[in-house]
């Protein structure tokens, strides 16, 4: 005796469809695996763009700043707005966090500056 066709069919049909979704769970599964890798790429590439290089106390414009990396050997002579205890990390333009050693400063774009620092155009943070 032979099975009906329509079994078959339903069995093939219920096996296609099964098919189908493990296909989209796998595609799905491949697609959320690369966006998580490539928003972590994406992350890791911004930070390291943001912190840049550090800024040169020989620039011209660090010069002109009075920018020192240590606060303490700023030249109280040229720049008698520097007080004792003025650095860069508790500076309003400082945009790392105070207890990082050097974070950015739109004063010197795409450089970063000492926490330790100092320029004359400190502003002392609220």
């Known amino acids: 005796m032979m099975a009906p066709q329509h079994f078959f069919n339903r ?4 096996q296609m469809k099964q098919n189908r979704i493990n296909t989209g769970r796998r595609s799905f599964l491949k697609a959320g695996s690369l966006a998580v890798v490539s928003a972590a790429i994406a992350g890791s590439v911004g930070k390291a763009a943001a912190q840049g290089a550090k800024a040169d106390e020989k620039d011209a ?3 002109s700043l009075g920018y020192k990396h240590d606060a303490t050997k700023v030249d109280k002579a040229k720049f008698a707005k520097y007080q004792a205890g003025q650095t860069c990390a508790n500076c309003t333009l400082y945009q790392g966090k105070p207890t990082d050693a050097w ?3 739109p004063i010197f774009p795409g450089k970063q500056v000492a926490g330790k620092g100092w320029c ?3 502003v002392k943070k609220a």
């Open 120 to 122: 004359s155009a400190y």
């Open 103 to 105: 974070g950015g400063c």
């Open 11 to 14: 069995v093939e049909t219920s």
């Open 61 to 63: 414009q660090a010069q």
